[in-house]
C-alpha cells in the first residue's frame, strides 16, 4: 500500500488543527507521525483513514498501482486507537464473528481461538467486553485492525495501557503489517518511534 | 451490500434484546399515553375522525420516541467510528432502515392492538386496507426517521431536534395516513383511499432514495 498526502489542511469551527501537511508512505514501510499532544496526530491518522475529510489538501491510496476510493477503503485498512469502542455489550467471540461477517471472511471457533490467543487473550471468557480491563480492551482493539490482515495498518498510541508481553505482541504485528504492506503509527513512545523507519513531526497549527 | 446490511441488522437487533434500551421505552410510552387518553374520555364521545387522529399521534411521538435510538446509541457509545471501519456507509443505512422497520412494525401493530382493547368505539370496517396502510405507514416513517437520526445523532440536543426536525418531513406521510386510516375505519371503500395510498407509495420511494443519495454525506464527518 502506497500512501501519499499533499498539503493536508484541516480546520475544526475555522479554528486550523493541521496547517498544510505532506508526506508519503512507501509499501514495506512503519511510519511514524510524532507531535506534542493536541498537535493533530489523532486528526491526522483519521483523515488517511478516510474517517475525517481535510479541509484541504489531498490523499490518495494506491494498492498494487489502483487507486483505492474512501468508500472502499475499510476494506484496506485496520485502525486501533484509544478512542475507538468496541461492542461492549458482546464478549469478545461475538465482537469477532461481527467483524468477520461485515468484512465477508469466514470465522470458526478454532479461527476465534486462534486470534485471541494471539494477542494473549483468554479464551474461556464468555461476559461482555465492557467487564474487561483497559489492557485487555486494547488487545481487543488490536485484533479489530488486524484480523481480516490489511495491507494498511493505522495504530494510534498502540502500547497505551499494555503490559510488556502485549507491548511485545504490537511489535510483532507491526512487523506482520510491514509485511502486508505499510504501517503508520502515531505515537509519542520513544521505542514506538524508534521502531519506524521514517517519521513526521506535527505542530499545532494554532 | 446486502450481506453487510443484514449483519448490522442482526447486531442491532441482538444489542436490543440484550440491552432492551429501546423496546422497554417504547411500550411504557404507548401504555402510559394510552391510559392518559382512556382516563381523560372517560364518557366521550368521539367521531372516529378524531379517533384516527388520535391513534396516529400516538403513533407518530412513539416513534419519535424510540426510531432515532439506532444511530444516538452508536454515538453514545463511541461505536461509530468502528461501524465506519467495518461497512459501506449504503450497508449502514439499509442496516438501520431494517431494525427501524422492524421495530416501528412491531410497535404499530401493539398500540393499535392496545388501541383497539381500550377505545371501545374504535372499529375498523375494513381490515384490509386498513393493515395496508399501517404497513405503507410504518415502511414511509421508517425510511424518513432513520436518515434524520442518523443527522442529529451527532447534535448536542439530539432528544428535541429529532422530533421538530422529524415532523415537516413526515407531515405529507402523516395527513395521508391519517385520510387513508379515516376512510378504513368509517367507510371502508377502496377507491376513496387510493389517492391516499399512491400519495404514501410515491413518499415512500422518493424519501428512500433521497436517504440512500445523502447518507454518505451524514455519515463521513
Known amino acids: ?206 | 451490500m446486502l450481506k453487510q446490511a443484514w449483519a448490522i441488522f442482526r447486531k442491532d437487533l441482538a444489542s436490543e434484546l440484550r440491552t432492551r434500551y429501546a423496546v422497554n421505552a417504547l411500550l411504557m410510552f404507548v401504555v402510559v399515553t394510552l391510559a392518559v387518553i382512556m382516563f381523560s374520555l372517560v364518557g366521550e364521545m368521539l367521531t372516529p375522525g378524531a379517533l384516527t387522529g388520535m391513534l396516529w399521534v400516538v403513533m407518530f411521538f412513539a416513534a419519535m420516541s424510540g426510531l432515532s435510538r439506532s444511530f444516538v446509541a452508536e454515538e453514545e457509545r463511541g461505536t461509530t467510528m468502528t461501524l465506519q471501519l467495518l461497512a459501506t456507509p449504503s450497508a449502514v443505512y439499509l442496516g438501520k432502515l431494517l431494525f427501524n422497520l422492524l421495530l416501528v412494525l412491531v410497535l404499530n401493530v401493539f398500540i393499535v392492538a392496545l388501541y383497539v382493547l381500550v377505545m371501545d368505539q374504535f372499529s375498523i370496517r375494513q381490515p384490509d386496507l386498513f393493515w395496508l396502510v399501517m404497513l405503507l405507514g410504518s415502511l414511509c416513517m421508517a425510511s424518513a426517521t432513520t436518515i434524520i437520526a442518523a443527522i442529529i445523532a451527532k447534535a448536542n440536543t439530539r432528544g428535541t431536534l429529532f422530533p421538530v426536525l422529524s415532523f415537516p418531513v413526515l407531515l405529507p406521510l402523516l395527513m395521508a395516513g391519517i385520510s387513508a386510516t379515516k376512510i378504513a375505519v368509517e367507510e371502508g371503500q377502496w377507491a376513496s383511499a387510493w389517492p391516499d395510498l399512491q400519495l404514501l407509495g410515491s413518499y415512500l420511494v422518493v424519501v428512500t432514495t433521497v436517504a440512500f443519495l445523502l447518507f454518505d454525506f451524514v455519515w463521513r464527518d
Request: hydrophobic content about 40%; aromatic content about 6%; overall charge neutral.
Open chain 1, 1 to 206: 500500500m502506497h500512501v501519499r498526502a499533499d498539503a493536508l489542511v484541516k480546520k475544526f469551527n475555522r479554528k486550523p488543527v493541521l496547517a498544510g501537511v505532506s508526506f508519503e508512505v512507501q509499501p514495506g514501510q512503519v511510519f511514524g507521525i510524532v507531535g506534542r499532544n493536541g498537535s493533530g496526530k489523532s486528526t491526522l491518522l483519521r483523515i488517511v483513514g478516510a474517517l475525517l475529510s481535510p479541509s484541504s489538501g489531498s490523499i490518495t491510496h494506491t494498492l498494487d498501482g489502483r487507486g483505492i476510493e474512501a468508500e472502499h477503503l475499510h476494506r484496506h485498512i485496520g485502525y486501533a486507537a484509544p478512542y475507538l469502542t468496541l461492542y461492549e455489550e458482546f464478549n469478545a467471540r461475538e465482537n469477532l464473528q461481527l467483524y468477520a461477517s461485515l468484512r465477508g471472511m469466514p470465522l470458526g471457533a478454532r479461527d476465534c481461538d486462534a486470534l485471541l490467543d494471539g494477542v494473549g487473550l483468554p479464551l474461556d471468557r464468555r461476559d461482555p467486553i465492557r467487564s474487561y480491563s483497559s489492557g485487555m480492551k486494547q488487545r481487543m482493539k488490536l485484533l479489530f485492525a488486524v484480523m481480516h490482515r490489511p495491507p494498511l495498518l493505522l495504530l494510534d498510541e498502540p502500547t497505551s495501557n499494555l503490559d510488556s508481553e502485549g507491548i511485545a505482541a504490537v511489535y510483532r504485528l507491526v512487523e506482520e503489517g510491514r509485511e502486508r504492506g505499510a504501517v503508520i503509527i502515531a505515537t509519542n513512545d520513544a521505542e514506538d518511534i524508534r521502531r519506524c523507519d521514517a517519521t513526521i513531526s506535527v505542530e499545532a497549527a494554532c
